[in-house]
């Protein structure tokens, strides 16, 4: 099956850095998305990212779907930004809408 | 905005009880997803449904587990009798036509 791994694995910024994390897979992919994982549990949709380039805010995310890699830009990075940052995806050949997730990266964002 | 909505938001449990976690999707999408994630490691798929059926289902998704559509709105997953290792906090999510999934807050199961 399709294979999801992310890199770094752990973060840690001053507040206001700026950080990309990566997010590389083996397969053709027809859903890739990025989630934040905040303190509670909760899994907060950041952006559904199959290609192209997205921006929200501070955040943006690019996918390159020929090579394979997405990755997850953090601007001027927050407290509140800490957490654990997970990219998942659908490979073209699962047709049961299975996302499956990377290991996720845990960044964590000092004041 | 809709979001998906989980009941009850902690569940504890005894082993070799049965449980139902309950999930409201977004009200027009078809397709329903659960998710799990035990402490500390990755998110794991379960189990897709659409039309009433499922679609696909993990290595995970045993005889000890089901999932129900009893009426237009709830989508339930049942543990039969559960173990230890179903500790966990499990995740409804739903889709429209596309492809994005969206993801219930979740309900951390605890099992003693």
């Known amino acids: 099956g399709i294979q999801v791994e992310q890199s770094p694995p752990d973060l840690i910024l001053q507040e206001g850095a700026n950080s990309t994390l990566r997010c590389n897979f083996s397969?053709?992919?027809?859903?890739l998305q990025w989630f934040h994982q905040n303190p509670w549990g909760q899994l907060i949709n950041l952006f559904y990212i199959p290609s192209g380039t997205k921006q929200n805010g501070r955040l943006s995310a690019t996918t390159v779907a020929t090579e394979r890699y997405s990755l997850l830009y953090i601007s001027s990075s927050q407290t509140t930004d800490s957490g654990v940052y997970f990219c998942?995806?659908?490979?073209?050949?699962?047709?049961?809408?299975?996302?499956?997730f990377g290991q996720g990266t845990e960044l964590s964002v000092k004041p | 905005e809709p979001e998906v909505t989980q009941t009850p938001s902690h569940q504890v449990t005894q082993m070799g009880q049965e449980v139902i976690l309950r999930c409201v999707p977004i009200s027009n999408h078809l397709y329903f997803y659960w998710y799990r994630q035990i402490l500390g490691q990755k998110v794991e798929f379960l189990v897709s449904?659409?039309?009433?059926?499922?679609?696909?289902k993990s290595e995970i998704f045993d005889d000890q587990f089901s999932v129900e559509r009893p009426d237009g709105s709830n989508f339930t997953l049942k543990i039969r009798s559960t173990k230890l290792e179903d500790s966990a906090m499990y995740f409804c999510?739903?889709?429209?036509?596309?492809?994005?999934?969206?993801f219930g807050p979740g309900t951390r199961l605890t099992v003693t």
């Open positions: 397969d053709s992919v027809n859903n």
């Open positions: 998942a995806v659908e490979s073209i050949y699962n047709q049961g809408g299975k996302l499956i």
């Open positions: 999510a739903s889709s429209g036509q596309a492809y994005e999934q969206y």
């Open positions: 449904f659409y039309n009433n059926e499922i679609s696909e």
